[in-house]
């Protein structure tokens, strides 16, 4: 039998020499790890200083730094961001950016970077935007996309956002408009084989909006497009709560939106060449929304301001932007239990002209001259009473004003009319039914149609409601009263005028549907009165009459 003992006494030795280099090897790892502690601080204030460097109109603030050495990452914690004019509130804020060696990326022999943002929130107030608007600095050339670069010495492959938070708060911070739980995943940023308008990196983003919708997007992108990133995306737009849209959106128009729901498929493009943005549908129900007239000002003298100077940029960039025009268009549009109103407060007393349980489509329609001709159906209640229809269809973008409109009202109570009344005729009623009917037709500057307004068994003066009003209004009502007799159909009881439009629109700036809606609003009011123009009650003279001039 063999003797082993020489072969045990040579195994301690060798045991020896093979635990040399796994106890150097430990060592480099216990130093480099114990000598990251001391790399944090330095590390921290040279990427706090030069983000600085790379932004403009804004501060860094970088808090702390920790290096991971095993993953081979860096964590920033708390890196806020704050306009230099308006610090408060900070505009970024990062619970936490990470970034690391993309190891999926590396398996495929590239070193670039994975990017990951937790709980980022951004704010932005009234304030602050004016003072974006003021610097005349563009958001591409403020230096965000080399500021991220400066985190890490690698090429950004991946980017990811999860639960983000975006807020904007208009003039009343009760009513911000928010987004939370954002989540964005973009892959192959580092693609650089792309050519003009095509998007090689996968890009998908979701969110909440505004408490209860919600908001998805899939495309491609190109982020090393010039000055800025592109992207061609499908998105969808699921029960949108849009009274969250009316005090900070609106509060600068003469809209005013209550109520609503949103939803919306499409397709959106932008790029330095081309913005398109294309909506395959889109639904709107339950909103009440009116167009405001406020009263009129006196007229101030205008006064003639001298042109801003030009502002450029760190890099010597003009800020006149040259983007290209959005280019929208809606294939069909759905109306749903809805009401649209008209409040004039420049008339005493003031009124409101509405009409609810709105249902209806409009199809076709865009922003720039594509040959088709958009179409629209709408059926409602006039006042909340009378039944009431507009059909139509016109052309945008056509050298002149084209276009077909179909308007009925029938039945309308008379006495939900009684503040446009006192408005326009300086009377009430205590009894009656109105109808409206009009068409309306324009091709290339002509105009042609009819309007003519019903009423059926009008009584203007009651002497149990008017007993409480002067004598002398008394007396005009009576008068407005027998007048209207005088015009009244014997067999129908009925008072009806009938007025032909025609003439020439020589507007080609000006768009169809405005001229349309105006000359319909023109031939409304002024008709309205049975054998009475607007102010002095004075018969109506039948025949044509010259479309009113658009403004």
């Not at 860094?60 to 050495?69: A, D, I």
């Not at 050519?195 to 979701?206: D, F, G, L, R, T």
């Not at 007393?349 to 001709?373: I, K, Q």
Request: aromatic share 8%; net charge positive; charged share 25%.
């Amino acid at each position: 039998m063999k003797d082993l003992r020489p072969e045990m006494k040579k195994l301690p030795r060798a045991l020896r020499f093979a635990r040399r280099p796994l106890v150097v090897a430990l060592s480099l790892v216990l130093l480099v790890f114990v000598a990251s502690f001391f790399v944090d601080e330095p590390l921290r204030r040279s990427i706090e200083r030069r983000m600085n460097d790379r932004l403009e109109g804004y501060d860094v603030l970088l808090p702390k730094l920790r290096v991971r050495v095993f993953s081979l990452s860096i964590a920033l914690d708390g890196l806020t961001v704050r306009q230099k004019a308006h610090p408060e509130p900070p505009v970024l804020r990062i619970e936490r950016l990470t970034t690391s060696v993309h190891w999926r990326a590396l398996l495929s022999g590239r070193l670039v970077a994975d990017v990951l943002l937790e709980r980022p929130r951004v704010d932005l107030d009234l304030v602050q935007l004016r003072q974006e608007v003021k610097d005349g600095v563009p958001v591409n050339e403020r230096g965000w996309q080399e500021a991220l670069q400066e985190v890490t010495p690698l090429k950004i492959d991946l980017f990811r956002v999860e639960d983000g938070t975006v807020t904007y708060v208009d003039a009343d911070p009760a009513h911000p408009i928010r987004m939370t739980s954002l989540r964005i995943l973009a892959n192959d940023i580092r693609n650089v084989q792309s050519k003009p308008q095509v998007y090689p990196s996968p890009i998908h983003a979701e969110a909440t909006l505004f408490g209860s919708g919600r908001g998805v997007l899939d495309g491609h992108a190109d982020f090393l497009a010039e000055p800025y990133p592109g992207f061609h995306a499908l998105f969808r737009l699921d029960a949108v709560p849009l009274d969250a849209l009316s005090l900070p959106v609106l509060a600068h128009t003469a809209f005013v939106l209550k109520g609503g729901i949103l939803a919306a498929r499409g397709g959106l493009e932008t790029s330095p060449a081309v913005r398109n943005m294309r909506l395959s549908d889109l639904s709107l129900s339950g909103m009440r929304l009116d167009y405001v007239q406020a009263k009129a000002l006196p007229a101030e003298p205008l006064a003639v301001a001298e042109r801003p100077p030009v502002k450029r940029s760190a890099k010597g960039k003009s800020s006149l932007s040259s983007d290209p025009e959005w280019t929208i268009r809606l294939d069909k549009a759905l109306i749903s239990a809805s009401e649209i109103g008209f409040v004039n407060h420049a008339k005493d007393p003031a009124y409101r002209v509405y009409v609810s349980r709105l249902e209806g489509s409009v199809s076709d329609l865009g922003n720039r001259a594509s040959g088709a001709r958009a179409r629209f159906d709408v059926r409602g209640r006039f006042l909340a009473s009378g039944e009431t229809r507009l059909t139509g269809s016109f052309r945008e973008g056509a050298a002149s004003p084209d276009f077909d409109l179909n308007l009925r009202i029938e039945g309308t109570d008379m006495t939900r009319m009684n503040d446009l009344l006192r408005a326009y005729g300086k009377f009430d009623v205590v009894a009656g039914s109105f109808s409206f009917y009009s068409e309306l037709k324009a091709r290339d500057g002509n105009l042609e149609g009819y309007v003519k307004p019903l009423f059926k068994g009008m009584k203007v003066y009651d002497r149990r409601q008017d007993r409480d009003k002067t004598l002398f209004r008394q007396l005009y009502e009576m008068l407005v009263g027998g007048v209207a007799g005088l015009l009244k159909n014997r067999e129908r009881k009925e008072v009806a005028t009938v007025a032909t439009v025609a003439g020439r629109i020589d507007e080609p700036h000006t768009s169809g549907w405005q001229i349309a809606l105006r000359l319909i609003g023109n031939a409304f009011f002024r008709s309205i009165l049975p054998g009475f123009d607007r102010e002095l009650g004075r018969p109506v003279a039948k025949g044509k009459a010259r479309p009113a001039p658009v403004k």
